[in-house]
């Protein structure tokens, strides 16, 4: 059984930080092979990628509206990918979903979310003004 389980939001003023994680579990589950990703889905909204990383970590996207501000990394020991979330915006509050991308083994990072087959129940960011 695979599960990916975040963790890390809440609720932050505008100008504040957040690190989510994602940790994955399962009896023989690993991600240190995959490409990992983080969605958002805001209220009404579709949901909409976020960022990736490769299964190294040397190889990252990010979208538009995050760039410099948000940095993703991993800890393959760990089984674990974070979103560092820096500057935080009103817009940025969204249900935030952690992602895996098993056909990606040992590839690039991946900025679609077709692709992703395991995703977590996601977590909670609310950033007020």
């Known amino acids: 059984q695979v599960q990916l389980v975040e963790s890390g939001g809440g609720l932050v003023q505008a100008g504040g930080s957040l690190r989510l994680s994602c940790a994955a579990s399962?009896?023989?589950?690993?991600?240190?092979?995959?490409?990992m990703g983080w969605f958002r889905q805001a209220p009404g909204k579709e949901r909409e990628f976020v960022s990736t990383?490769?299964?190294?970590?040397?190889?990252?996207y990010y979208t538009d509206s995050v760039k410099g501000r948000f940095t993703i990394s991993r800890d393959n020991a760990q089984n674990t990918v974070y979103l560092q979330m820096n500057s935080l915006k009103p817009e940025d509050t969204a249900v935030y979903y952690c992602?895996?991308?098993?056909?990606?083994?040992?590839?690039?990072?991946?900025?679609?979310?077709?692709?992703?087959?395991?995703w977590g129940q996601g977590t909670q960011v609310t950033v007020s003004s």
């Open positions: 990383i490769n299964w190294s970590g040397d190889n990252t």
């Open positions: 992602a895996a991308a098993p056909r990606f083994k040992y590839g690039s990072a991946w900025p679609v979310r077709a692709g992703y087959d395991f």
């Open positions: 399962g009896r023989t589950f690993t991600i240190y092979t995959y490409t």
